[in-house]
């Protein structure tokens, strides 16, 4: 099976600053523009993702997840190891980016897609889906500000999950809207599946992740703990924190 | 090259921010888009009062054009200074002033700064077009001059872009950056020949001559300041419809050229580390 993305051994390092000098004079005062210490936040991590493939990210708070997830969308780059995407990448990190409080929800369909990579004909073309799959039809031409949170969230999803990339980058952004648009957004999932696209996503609802993922990587630390099936990763995971149960 | 190909990519990005940033300015607000041009009318006024009342500038009147009017010729010069000044702020501030996207989201980040300089582009192109029929009704042979007035725009932006390249990135490791430039532009504007005529420079600077024995006059200092090549430009195709002095070409396409090459080296030697930066 081909890969749609290679990652090979990945490192990015942090600066955890004790001083800082964001200012000119404080930086010409002190001599010097900071006092770090390097802190890597991923180390030596390989690991490939199957196209085609629903892959997991998983681990406990500040193992590196979303520092992966980020290096994975291009948001940083890794300070060593490379990268490698087979196929248009798109990244929901967090939905509604860029969206203009003044302009219309229709407004900002189109410049929160052109920031998400669509060209005007694609946003054109799947303009009435994603009107349908938000829900929020009646108000379309409203400013966006005057939204509920939960239609502006909705609204934000429904653009990202358009864009059809080959590979969908997810952040724990699942868990938006009531119950009736989750059920809609596993079923898009699905689709995106069936369709034989890749998408990887962090989590930390292990039942999120057993239901859909068939592959998963746990990082642990900055360290890749593990990587493989599903099932087999996710036990392991589990009886890392509680070895009696 | 893929970054280039990728920066053709994001035309329609570009565009879409720009039209953000258009569209949203004046919501709310009654005389909407009319604003634009009360700020350039109330400067006229102003320094048209100080200037040419009070300290009785007397520009020369326009050759061939024959114009002869205080307030056309500052103008000529204020607008195209204001849209610098203006841009070059607003160019430094969009990499921190759109945070929430760089953290969130790839694209090219050059798109910030360059949607940021278009979008006061957008404004000054109104700007300019309310100038020239006032131009063309006070009696100038503007005609012609469209053209090259456009070209020089074009040129002038280009030169904003380059600038504001390097004070972004500049601003995101040193947040002084915005306030050292507004004190920056207050002198510049003193330094460059918008609110007096370049004649009065030249006179001060035939009589002083060499400056600590040395054959350098204030002028040849005076003249380093790349927005005098870009004012005096504008006032030859506006004010005087000629052709610019070829020196005041040169120099500003040199600036351009080197703005743009520092700027964009800049620009690409930080871009990748900006999201940590923030």
Redesign the interface.
Known sequence: MSNAIEVRDVGKM?RLYHERN????S?MMRRRVSVHEDFWALRNVTFDVPAGSTFGLIGSNGSGKSTLL?CL?????PNEGEIRHFGKIA?L??VG??F?P??SGR?NI??NG????M??KEIQQKFDEIVDFSGVEQFIDQ?VKNYSSGMYVRLGFSVAINVDPDILVVDEVLAVGDAEFQLKCQRKFQDFRTAGKTVVLVSHSLGTVQSMCDHVAWINKGHLEQAGPAAEVIAAYSKSFAPEV | MTYIRELLGARELLSNLVMRDVRGQYKRTIFGRLWALVNPLVAMLVYTFVFSFVFRIQPAPGNPSGLNAFPLWLLCGLLPWTFFSAAVNSGLGSILANYGLVTKVYFPRLVLPLSAVLTRGYNWAWEMLVLAVALIAFGSFLWPWIPVALALMVLLMLFVVGVSLALCIANVHFRDTQYLISVVMQIWLYLTPVVYPLSLVKDQSDRVGGLFGTNITVLDMYSVNPMMHFIEAFRAVLYDNRFPNSADITACLIWTIAALGVGFWIFRASEKGLAEAL
């Open positions: 942090f964001q200012s000119l004079k930086a980020k969308a291009k948001i940083l780059t990244a990190l967090e980016s860029g203009h003044e302009l407004e189109f410049l052109a920031i998400l990579g060209s005007r400013p």
